[in-house]
Every structure is written in structure tokens, then in C-alpha cells.
């Protein structure tokens, strides 16, 4: 019997992948990994954003009377850009939610993990 063609070839045999299937693949890989990418930039964006609201929230707190129009306006704008964080987060959320294989949960619970709640 011939080496290329007995049972022990067959068995080491590589299945085939079609061209189409295999660019599929990549690009379906590479897409989740884009968007899970931008997804935990939007979250560490966020988190900053929720950070500058403390410190903003504190000053505004602690300001003297003559202070405090500039603070209350420092801290209104540090509350919109938390909130345009947020809903940028939340959009990138609801696109990346079906990509389980990218673990964004868990690589946003182990960032979580590492500084304070909002």
C-alpha cells in the first residue's frame, strides 16, 4: 500500500478550509477585537471621566463664596463629559455584547477591580 494514501496519511490528513470561510474567520476575529479594543478604551474614558466629576464635585464643595459660579460651572461641565463618556461606553456596550469570546466582562471586571467605583 502506498504511504500517501494508507489509513495512517488519511488520519494526519488537514481538513481544507474554502478561501471565503478562512477571510470570514479573520475578519469576524479581527472585528472583535476592534470593537472589544475601543469598548475598554470607552470604559477607561469613562472611569476617568467619573474620577474628574469626584474632584470636580469637591472643589465646588470646599470653594469660597466668590469660588463658587466657577467651581459649580467646572463641575456641570465635568458631569457632561461623564455623561457623553457613558453613553459612548454604553453604545460600544450594546455592539460588543454578543462577542462573548472577547471577555470584555471580564477584562472590565479585573480593571474595575483595580481602582474605585464611580
Partial sequence: M?????????????PEMDDF???LTLHLTWRSRTV?????AAYSEWRSECAAVRISYRRWVRARREE???????YRSALDRE?????????LMRRAGHL???????QLARIQAGDGSC
Avoid: K, V, W, Y
Avoid at 2 to 14: L, Y
Avoid at 83 to 91: D, G, L, N
Avoid at 100 to 106: C, K, M, P, R, S
Fill in 83 to 91: 455623561e457623553r463618556a457613558a453613553m459612548h461606553f454604553a453604545r
Fill in 68 to 74: 463658587e459660579p466657577s467651581a459649580f460651572g467646572e
Fill in 100 to 106: 462573548a469570546e472577547t471577555g470584555i466582562a471580564l
Fill in 21 to 23: 470561510a478562512m477571510r
Fill in 36 to 40: 472589544a479594543d475601543a469598548t475598554l
Fill in 2 to 14: 502506498d504511504a500517501m494514501n494508507g489509513p495512517r496519511a488519511q488520519a494526519c490528513r488537514i
